[in-house]
């Protein structure tokens, strides 16, 4: 009997290792960020963020929590009025127009095609040097003896 057991309970341990292994797959496979991709605009809330955080540090210097910050930041923003709000949804949509032209020019960037430059940055820095120092070895004609 403790034989079926084991039997069954490895059955299921198997069962886990493989769905686990699916997951590290995938991630595996995710993709990497391009740097050179525009970053997405801040809404309306992160805009009026950025004073309050100013505002409230001025008044509450010893404070080195940053969830009181946020939370005060957003107790602040609900009771804030459409007409108190305005200016920083107008901000807001100033830089998602700002974001808009520029992932065009992205995206037309893109639609052309890797220049070579581009095709050249898919390799570390320290990838290229290491080449570039096996071509000084191998041609210089300055290596030295260890006789």
Not at 1 to 19: E, I
Not at 58 to 86: C, F, I, M, R, T
Not at 88 to 109: H, I, L
């Amino acid at each position: 009997m403790k034989g079926a057991r084991s039997k069954k309970s490895d059955t299921k341990l198997s069962v886990k290792k493989g769905a686990g292994a699916a997951k590290a797959g995938k991630k595996a496979g995710k993709a990497a960020k391009d740097p050179n991709k525009p970053k997405r605009p801040a809404s309306a809330f992160f805009v009026f963020m950025e004073e309050f955080r100013k505002q409230y540090a001025e008044k509450h210097p010893n404070n080195k929590q940053v969830s009181v910050v946020g939370k005060a930041g957003g107790d602040k923003w609900k009771s804030l009025s459409e007409a108190e709000k305005a200016p920083y949804v107008s901000k807001a949509e100033k830089r998602k127009q700002d974001y808009d032209r520029q992932m065009k020019a992205y995206n037309k960037r893109q639609a052309e095609g890797p220049t070579a430059d581009e095709e050249d940055s898919d390799k570390s820095r320290s990838e290229v040097n290491d080449e570039d120092d096996d071509d000084e070895e191998d041609g210089s004609g300055e290596e030295e003896d260890d006789e």
